[in-house]
């Protein structure tokens, strides 16, 4: 009767596949239990001395009521790649959570809901009761994106966790008006701005999407006698014209500089003068511009050089205001009532089919209308004096703007970008930045601290009495989201996290948010610090499907990061969407892909199975020094290895040490290493084997460490049953780095 070979006496979960659904929640549950995700308890335990290098990065903030999508996966994995890394190696390392209250974003899916539901809009409920259904909402949905970002492993300190409307950021947020208001770089006035029609509000430069219509460009002449013809795709705006502009050195119209007209477009009377403006390309179009300030930001800086009137013409929602025969029309209607009054007067030249980069509020979809409001603003090009200053030129007691500020903290070196491409894209940007709009006509969100009384006005956070009337508009989210980086740090106090984790080191995020935040970021630092806000950024690109088409639910083709790492495991997962995956370049990702990585997961979940197996019984000797020359050649080769990846997880490039980790394990461990293994270990040559072993040991021990950043739930599942455990450092995650 024949028996079953004796098992060897390894843990038993080594025998079975390794299965992530019955890891991964206990194990995040037990690293969160644990607290070292803080980096005092890490102090205070003993695994990071108290004098240690602090490391520092706050996570951008997502939406508090949305959901994750691969874009969200990818930050979160590459932000804990790195910090999972530096808390290995030793230093203070701080993840700092947050959420966003997204304001736009989220009133108006609540004012959709109850539209729907009740058939009513905010102005029927009134302005706190609308809040209250806000806030409901929030905290109804507020707990499924932090609960997604556990699932994927992210190691964050949920003990400093902060949202963007709770009182600690508020009152920052309130402070760091007053503060701007004070020093005369916030004002109110009456400019240009971006109009979204639908949700009645101003929106920023940054939260506009261009899409490529097809539209049509129409030359044509004001008057039959008027001497110079013009185009433009927008007809209904000409009857705001003030002026035609042309360049100073085009011999055309030389003639005609200072000349000025009147005439009845299209039954309104415009008084137009013809003016030289070195902006108008002389050989784009006819080379003239018609110039309509109230409804073009380019025009608006064009009336500013040359004192022109700005009469609006388009109203809040889209419609003509104008006298006669255009008055109420929306605006599409009204450009086709101009080209039939052209056409009957003799005045259409040319029609011309071309496409149009039109734009449209993200939030809403609607078209943009360029309008002038009174509304408040950051003045970017306004003097001050910076008290104190860090910035490498820009000395403490200097006078400096917020456009500097911001030039210097990056031409200085104080910060940097991993892909350096996206540096000469925030030059560009900062060149053409005009003064910032930070008030929104909605309810949600931090209200401006300003009040009105019978002409009077004051700037303070509390009513200063009977009478005074808060200002109705909110901030900007970015102007709060702007202070972040300090604000979650305890500011305007000066707190020991200020001074220790301020500047924070890395802020990393996709090139969609850049001007969004980051810049924002370095403006609001600079002023209130006198500081960079971070030392690096890492930008990555967008993730698109396998055929590198964006993901969208319209295409079909929109991938749920959660229901991929329920198949194949969050490890899998976080593989998949890092290797091959270089800072700031678009990324095709193939879920088959994240199979490969699931294969992999098992591999290594194998080769501890044989590794332990052989070497049951036998002690890891740190101090091992008796190898066959087979096997220093061998350790040499590993040793070099993880040197290499130590150099690149320090310069950022985490897809290559993934790739070289998953390479080295898979083909050089398992397909050659443990097959020679196999002969040796069934050998009599007593010193062969011993020094095999401990070879193998201290490979599995360094793979271990070196992946876990990549890959933390299998590593961590493994080291809790391995010889290199040791009782002062309970977890791999505060395992110290491979020296």
């Known amino acids: 009767m024949s028996t079953a070979p004796e098992q060897p006496n390894i843990p038993e979960k080594f025998l079975s596949p390794y299965d992530p659904n019955k890891v991964e929640s206990r194990l995040y549950a037990a690293w969160e239990d644990?607290?070292?995700?803080?980096?005092?308890?890490?102090?205070?335990?003993?695994?990071?001395?108290?004098?240690?290098?602090?490391?520092?990065?706050?996570?951008?903030?997502?939406?508090?009521?949305?959901?994750?999508?691969?874009?969200?996966?990818?930050?979160?994995?590459?932000?804990?790649?790195?910090?999972?890394?530096?808390?290995?190696?030793?230093?203070?390392?701080?993840?700092?959570?947050?959420?966003?209250?997204?304001?736009?974003?989220?009133?108006?899916?609540?004012?959709?809901?109850?539209?729907?539901?009740?058939?009513?809009?905010?102005?029927?409920?009134?302005?706190?009761e609308l809040l209250k259904r806000i806030s409901a909402f929030v905290e109804e949905n507020k707990a499924t994106i932090l609960k997604q970002f556990r699932g994927m492993g992210a190691s964050l300190d949920w003990s400093r966790y902060l949202y963007t409307m709770d009182e600690q950021h508020y009152r920052a947020v309130m402070e760091a008006f007053i503060r701007m208001y004070d020093a005369g770089l916030i004002y109110r006035g009456n400019r240009i701005v971006n109009w979204d029609p639908k949700g009645q509000t101003t929106i920023s430069d940054d939260e506009i999407v261009h899409e490529e219509r097809d539209a049509k460009l129409y030359t044509f002449r004001y008057a039959k006698d008027f001497p110079i013809p013009i185009a433009t795709t927008?007809?209904?705006?000409?009857?705001?014209?003030?002026?035609?502009?042309?360049?100073?050195?085009?011999?055309?119209?030389?003639?005609?500089?200072?000349?000025?007209?009147?005439?009845?477009?299209?039954?309104?009377?415009?008084?137009?003068?013809?003016?030289?403006?070195?902006?108008?390309?002389?050989?784009?179009?006819?080379?003239?511009?018609?110039?309509?300030?109230?409804?073009?930001?380019?025009?608006?800086?064009?009336?500013?050089?040359?004192?022109?009137?700005?009469?609006?013409?388009?109203?809040?929602?889209?419609?003509?205001?104008?006298?006669?025969?255009?008055?109420?029309?929306?605006?599409?209607e009204a450009r086709e009532e101009v080209v039939s009054w052209l056409k009957d007067e003799g005045l259409l030249e040319k029609v011309e089919d071309i496409k149009q980069n039109v734009a449209t509020a993200e939030r809403t979809g609607a078209i943009i209308e360029p309008l002038p409001k009174l509304q408040w603003w950051v003045n970017v090009n306004k003097e001050f004096v910076i008290p104190y200053s860090d910035i490498p030129g820009i000395a403490s007691g200097a006078t400096t703007t917020l456009k500097e500020v911001m030039r210097k903290s990056v031409e200085s070196g104080a910060v940097s970008f991993v892909s350096e491409r996206y540096e000469r894209v925030y030059y560009h940007w900062i060149d053409n930045l005009r003064d910032w709009c930070i008030s929104r006509q909605i309810w949600f969100g931090h209200r401006i601290p300003v009040w009105y009384k019978e002409g009077e006005m004051k700037v303070q956070i509390d009513s200063p009495g009977a009478g005074w009337e808060q200002d109705e508009d909110v901030l900007d989210t970015w102007f709060s989201s702007g202070l972040w980086t300090f604000s979650t740090?305890?500011?305007?106090?000066?707190?020991?996290?200020?001074?220790?984790?301020?500047?924070?080191?890395?802020?990393?995020?996709?090139?969609?948010?850049?001007?969004?935040?980051?810049?924002?970021?370095?403006?609001?630092?600079?002023?209130?610090?006198?500081?960079?806000?971070?030392?690096?950024?890492?930008?990555?690109?967008?993730?698109?499907?396998?055929?590198?088409?964006?993901?969208?639910?319209?295409?079909?083709?929109?991938?749920?990061?959660?229901?991929?790492?329920?198949?194949?495991?969050?490890?899998?997962?976080?593989?998949?969407?890092?290797?091959?995956n270089t800072p700031g370049a678009d990324f095709n990702f193939n879920p088959q892909k994240v199979g490969a990585y699931k294969k992999f997961a098992n591999k290594l979940w194998n080769i501890t199975r044989f590794i332990f197996s052989e070497t049951e019984g036998v002690t890891v000797n740190n101090m091992f020094s008796e190898f066959t020359p087979d096997d220093q050649a061998l350790t040499k080769r590993r040793n070099e290895l993880m040197t290499d990846i130590t150099r690149d997880m320090e310069n950022y490039r985490f897809y290559l040490a993934a790739e070289k980790l998953y390479h080295y394990t898979w083909h050089e461990v398992a397909d050659v290493i443990l097959e020679e293994s196999k002969t040796i270990f069934a050998g009599e040559d007593a010193d062969a084997k011993a020094s095999r072993a401990q070879f193998l040991l201290h490979t599995l021990r360094s793979l271990l460490i070196a992946l876990h950043p990549f890959m933390p739930y299998v590593t961590e599942e493994i080291w809790q049953d391995s010889p290199f455990k040791r009782d002062e450092r309970p977890f791999l995650m505060v395992e110290q780095w491979i020296e």
């Open 34 to 128: 644990s607290d070292f995700f803080n980096p005092d308890m890490c102090v205070k335990k003993g695994i990071t001395r108290a004098d240690a290098k602090p490391f520092s990065i706050v996570l951008p903030p997502p939406n508090v009521t949305g959901t994750l999508h691969l874009g969200g996966a990818l930050m979160v994995t590459i932000e804990d790649i790195l910090v999972r890394y530096q808390r290995m190696r030793g230093k203070k390392t701080l993840w700092l959570p947050g959420t966003d209250s997204a304001a736009i974003a989220t009133q108006t899916r609540v004012e959709k809901n109850i539209q729907k539901a009740e058939g009513k809009t905010r102005h029927d409920l009134g302005r706190e």
């Open 234 to 332: 927008r007809l209904e705006t000409k009857v705001g014209d003030t002026a035609v502009a042309v360049h100073p050195d085009d011999e055309r119209y030389k003639k005609f500089i200072g000349k000025e007209y009147d005439v009845v477009f299209c039954d309104t009377l415009i008084h137009i003068k013809i003016i030289a403006d070195e902006s108008v390309e002389k050989d784009f179009g006819t080379g003239a511009l018609g110039v309509t300030p109230a409804h073009s930001h380019i025009d608006w800086e064009i009336a500013d050089r040359h004192n022109l009137q700005r009469p609006q013409v388009i109203n809040e929602y889209a419609k003509m205001m104008v006298e006669g025969r255009l008055k109420g029309k929306k605006v599409a």
């Open 489 to 580: 740090l305890g500011w305007p106090d000066k707190t020991s996290d200020l001074t220790t984790f301020h500047p924070t080191d890395v802020i990393e995020s996709g090139y969609d948010i850049l001007f969004f935040w980051m810049a924002r970021m370095i403006l609001m630092s600079g002023f209130f610090l006198g500081q960079v806000p971070f030392r690096t950024i890492y930008i990555h690109g967008l993730v698109r499907d396998e055929n590198g088409r964006k993901l969208s639910k319209s295409l079909g083709n929109n991938i749920d990061p959660t229901e991929v790492g329920a198949q194949y495991g969050t490890d899998a997962l976080r593989m998949g969407l890092i290797v091959g």
